[in-house]
Nanobody, 123 residues
Framework: QVQLVESGGGLVQPGNSLRLSCAAS????????VGWFRQAPGKAREFVGT????????RYSPILQGRFAISRDNGKNTVYLQINRLGPEDTAVYYC????????????????WGQGTQVTVSS
């Protein structure tokens, strides 16, 4: 079993960048793909992107692709989400989750979830 803890969120000004972290406990972490999702107030959870267990491959939402980058360091049991040129539309709670399915943009394929980290973009 893997437990996930997101961090790095906060209040940021439009146009800035932010890097979120997803720290995992559990020796099986490196066997899983890890995805990032976000949920804005009053909206459904949205797929952001995912990274394969070995960091070789990434997939992103075609709607969001271009400003987001996912990376992972299995030695540190951590996955990162870099967000560039933040705008108010990026305000949401960001979640990471693990999956044995690759590639998947569907939350049903993700088995373990963190508690989320809030990102608020405002001047």
């Amino acid at each position: 079993q893997v437990q996930l803890v997101e961090s790095g969120g906060g209040l940021v000004q439009p146009g800035n960048s932010l890097r979120l972290s997803c720290a995992a406990s559990g020796h099986t972490f490196r066997e899983y793909a890890v995805g990032w999702f976000r949920q804005a107030p009053g909206k459904a959870r949205e797929f952001v992107g995912t990274i394969s267990w070995d960091s070789v491959s990434t997939r992103y939402s075609p709607i969001l692709q271009g400003r987001f980058a996912i990376s992972r360091d299995n030695g540190k049991n951590t996955v990162y989400l870099q967000i560039n040129r933040l705008g108010p539309e990026d305000t949401a709670v960001y979640y990471c989750a693990t999956s044995l399915s690759w590639p998947s943009s569907t939350s049903f394929d993700y088995v373990e979830w963190g508690q989320g980290t809030q990102v608020t973009v405002s001047s």
